[in-house]
């Protein structure tokens, strides 16, 4: 059952957090093994108590977060629970270990898995955090599809967005620890600049010189939402560098575009065609002016099936405060790949010899199969030959005259008199007649 933490009225934190007591039992009873065998001063005996409790430990959230994963209709508040769980096993972990450590002698503490047993529970709560903004981004998957539409100019698109996360991070500040919350509310955040990104590049967006102040009016937005909610300016400045480095591609001059790329192809899994389709919302570039700046795109970055390792520390030397974060948001949105020619002619060469390779590793491979199947017709038939050759051989037999004769079927074969010990009468003979009185 899901409690919560009481409010005793003296303004302390944590009033309303939400938890179930399936992390204080478990930590109860690892307390109680503990306590059985250490008056046994039993090194050993301590160590494989130990190390089965903490193997309890671990199918004890493995249980939690299948509870969680499985059930689609789980509420919020449950998940909170979960979450808060996990978080309080670290908590309660932290004494345990340091008793544990001053039981044992180094080499046998140093088999314990305490460390890996915490991080499991701090990966799980942080799982759990992302289950409860899934939720909440379900409820607002339709209002981001507004952005740079013609109802965007003329009223806030994001209005409903911001009136329903104040309604959940009212409630999920008492839910959720504070460090949870403050993760919960972080994620959000990101969350919001992908979907920004995303619709950004979405395709039949018409050029507008009102795009870059609209924009520039929206960022300041999601920055005073996200500060009014407990997120540091310095947080909010991080997070938000990807969405206003993108804007500035809107206006700057060309030859500043690598600048301005570089933390998209840092941050995202963005490519040449995710930087021609921002491109495109410029008014104020004709077409040989954004054919000479993806130009300098490539110059500057390559191809994405370039050596990456080389590509980012190029772009790392252009933006030294960047991070190397890889977000997957444009793998799955339809857009063209813009190609350098000579690269191009270069990439076609190569795969060209890669399939004339494969050609003809693939017609030795059947020239080594037909070999082996004449073979194998061959060694086939010479086996039927000496079959057959030992066939004859073993069909011969002995006459009951004493001569050579082929047996025929098994009935023929049955019928032919065998050999008979001496003194034993043959089948074949009549019996002897009774001796005269």
């Avoid at 998957?141 to 996360?165: R, S």
């Avoid at 993806?294 to 191809?303: A, I, P, R, S, W």
């Avoid at 795969?351 to 060694?379: P, Y």
């Avoid at 004769?405 to 023929?412: E, N, Q, T, V, Y």
Wanted: hydrophobic share 40%; glycine share 6%; with cysteine.
């Amino acid at each position: 059952d899901i409690q919560a933490v009481a409010d005793e009225g003296d303004g302390s934190e944590g009033a309303g957090v939400l938890f179930t007591m399936a992390a204080v039992d478990a930590l109860q009873i690892f307390d109680q093994q503990l306590g059985l065998v250490i008056p046994t001063r039993n090194d050993e005996l301590v160590l494989r108590t130990c190390q089965a409790c903490l193997r309890s430990m671990v199918t004890f959230q493995e249980m939690l977060l299948a509870v969680v994963e499985g059930n689609t209709d789980l509420p919020i508040e449950n998940i909170c629970a979960y979450a808060n769980n996990c978080s309080r096993c670290v908590q309660y972990l932290a004494p345990f270990s340091e008793k544990v450590q001053k039981l044992l002698p180094e080499a046998m503490f140093e088999q314990l898995t305490f460390e890996s047993v915490e991080s499991s529970f701090n990966k799980n709560a942080k799982k759990c955090v992302g289950f409860c903004w899934d939720i909440m981004f379900t409820d607002l998957a339709g209002q981001f599809n507004g952005l740079l539409t013609p109802l965007w100019y003329q009223e806030d698109v994001l209005a409903i967005v911001w009136g329903t996360l104040a309604d959940f991070f009212e409630d999920l500040t008492l839910y959720l620890e504070k460090p949870l919350f403050r993760k919960l509310v972080l994620d959000c955040l990101d969350k919001i600049v992908l979907q920004y990104l995303t619709q950004m590049v979405r395709p039949n967006i018409k050029p507008d010189e009102r795009i870059p102040p609209k924009v520039q009016k929206d960022i300041e937005a999601i920055e005073a939402f996200f500060m009014e909610n407990g997120v540091r300016p310095k947080a909010c400045e991080e997070r938000l560098k990807i969405l206003r480095d993108t804007l500035e591609l809107l206006g700057c001059d060309v030859e500043m575009v690598p600048a301005y790329v570089a933390p998209l192809f840092l941050a995202t899994d963005a490519h040449p065609g995710v930087i021609d389709r921002l491109f495109s919302l410029r008014v104020d570039w004709d077409k040989p002016l954004k054919q000479h700046a993806m130009q300098l795109v490539f110059n500057t970055y390559g191809e994405e099936d370039d050596d990456e390792a080389a590509a980012l520390a190029k772009i790392r030397a252009a933006v030294k405060d960047g991070t190397s974060k890889k977000i997957l948001l444009f793998r799955r949105l339809d857009i063209p790949k813009v190609v350098d020619p000579v690269r191009q002619r270069e990439k076609e060469k190569r795969e060209k010899e890669k399939r004339e390779q494969a050609e003809r590793e693939r017609q030795a491979a059947e020239a080594r199969a037909r070999e082996a199947e004449a073979q194998a017709i061959k060694d086939a038939q010479e086996k039927a030959r000496s079959t057959r050759r030992t066939g004859i051989v073993g069909s011969v037999g002995l006459s009951p005259d004493g001569g050579i004769a082929a047996l025929g079927s098994s009935r023929d074969r049955r019928s032919v008199a065998t050999p008979t010990s001496p003194g034993a009468a043959s089948p074949a003979s009549p019996a002897p007649a009774p001796a005269a009185r």
